[in-house]
């Protein structure tokens, strides 16, 4: 499966942003999506990820509940919406993916076969 991120850009402070990942070759059902963001440095770290038979989610801590990650089924494209958006989260984001049924290892980077190309968002303070 390929996927493409797309929806990053600049935005100031408190603002919002949606980011989404769509695949292409096939559909991402009896997958996992991922979202992890990677600044240049450091390593890359979980955002969120959504099992996409069900819906299940799960969100890294530090989130606080300003980003939620969905689906559409009949767009096949994984959304992360994030709101109050502050400057710590400027970042190369990715989408990822996986069939396999590792659940509780989905905030793990290497639990993911498939990455999409990253997405950049910059929040200016």
């Known amino acids: 499966v390929q996927l493409q991120a797309f929806g990053g850009g600049l935005v100031q402070a408190g603002g919002s942003l949606r980011l989404s990942c769509a695949a292409s070759g096939r559909t991402f059902r009896g997958y996992s999506v991922g979202w992890f963001r990677q600044v240049p440095g450091k390593e890359r770290e979980f955002v969120a990820s959504?099992?996409?038979?069900?819906?299940?989610?799960v969100y890294e801590d530090f989130l606080k509940g300003r980003f939620t990650i969905s689906r559409d089924i009949t767009r096949n494209t994984v959304y992360l919406q994030m709101n109050s958006l502050e400057p710590e989260d400027t970042a190369v984001y990715y989408c990822?993916?996986?069939?396999?049924?590792?659940?509780?290892?989905?905030?793990?980077?290497?639990?993911?076969?498939?990455w999409g190309q990253g997405t950049v968002v910059t929040v200016s303070s």
């Open positions: 959504i099992r996409w038979n069900g819906g299940t989610t």
């Open positions: 990822a993916a996986t069939s396999r049924a590792i659940y509780s290892m989905l905030g793990v980077s290497s639990s993911y076969d498939y």
